[in-house]
């Protein structure tokens, strides 16, 4: 896997964190914080909690697989990816419009963002 493909992969696991965090267990959530927001090494997760850096990984490694599967079936971060795309696509057509339109424009979408 190349730095590239990591980096995705990574930034992928914290949008879905961010939203299904609620969803996974004490420790899921509590390994995956420290490992991928802290980046905590798995030796150093592993000695703080006295388990084995393989306890550890399998955790990580459930909590990864829980958080994808909850996408699968709940598409939240594929909607939100949506929405930015629409919300962007609106900013380029409002780039011609009175200030004060595109900014009272702007306010309403962050509205309909928000209600999720």
Known sequence: MTVDQMLAKTNRINLLF???EPLLTEKQRTFLQLYTHDDYSLGEIAE?????RQAVY???KR???TLQEYEAKLHLLHKHEQRMKLRAELD?????????LKR???EL????IGID
């Open 18 to 20: 961010d939203f299904y």
């Open 48 to 52: 703080n909690f006295e388990i084995s």
């Open 58 to 60: 399998e955790h990580i």
């Open 63 to 65: 909590a990864e697989l």
């Open 92 to 100: 380029v057509r409002l780039d011609s419009c009175d200030p004060e």
């Open 104 to 106: 009272k424009m702007a």
């Open 109 to 112: 979408f962050d509205t309909i």
